[in-house]
């Protein structure tokens, strides 16, 4: 494995505070350290999304947000809501959690609509959609990620880093294989070093979502 992939690894990262205790400080903090390191995005939960779109007006860094986190259970017309507001308050990218159970019944009809519902709310903004490998087995992985691609998501996402276990090389490996050229791949959980965040992108990660994204990139 080379040293660095081919662009450079801060382009890569969503540097991501996502603590329900995050304070302003945080999240400018954050957002700082985004610009000084030059990582692509910072994600934080929705109420921080205007303060840190006020924060990073002139910055050339985006803003993602999460829906339905972290346990993807909420009604579809919430999470909805949820975009809509998201979008107002300027965010550029949707991380939403797919709902676990109804995927679990075999309701697929339910999944799609319900982020097809998000995709739709977020106009032309990145949607990636959390799948929570750490759930299910390769079969039911490959499945939800056909199912986020049918629903024209343009990312599929390993895990909220609040369930069983997150980002592994052979989740990623499968979820690249089954979404293709259709859909990018973020690797999301445990991804705390320099060597990890390298190995997730080659295995077919186009985005890395991490808390440690200083660290990764001064390693």
Aim: glycine fraction near 8%.
């Amino acid at each position: 494995m080379s040293d660095t992939p081919e662009t450079p690894l801060g382009s890569y990262i969503d540097h991501t505070n996502l603590r329900p205790d995050a304070t302003a400080a945080d999240i400018e903090k954050l957002c700082a350290e985004a610009i000084e390191h030059e990582l692509f995005a910072v994600c934080v939960n929705g109420s921080w999304v205007q303060h840190a779109a006020t924060y990073l007006e002139d910055a050339d860094v985006s803003i993602a947000t999460v829906i339905g986190f972290p346990l993807g259970a909420s009604d579809s017309d919430s999470k909805r809501y949820e975009t809509e507001a998201a979008v107002d308050n300027g965010v550029h990218e949707i991380d939403m959690v797919m709902n676990l159970g109804r995927f679990i019944d075999g309701d697929h009809q339910y999944i799609v609509r319900e982020i097809r519902d998000v995709v739709e709310a977020a106009e032309d903004r990145r949607v990636k959609v959390i799948i929570e490998t750490g759930y299910f087995n390769d079969e039911q992985i490959a499945t939800a990620c056909k199912l986020a691609v049918t629903a024209e998501a343009h990312f599929v996402k390993t895990s909220t880093g609040f369930g069983p276990g997150g980002a592994t090389i052979e989740h990623v490996q499968l979820m690249r294989e089954t979404v293709n050229q259709y859909a990018g791949v973020k690797a999301s959980g445990g991804i705390r070093d320099r060597e990890t965040a390298l190995a997730m992108i080659e295995a077919g990660a186009t985005r890395i979502g991490t808390s440690s994204g200083v660290s990764i990139v001064g390693d």
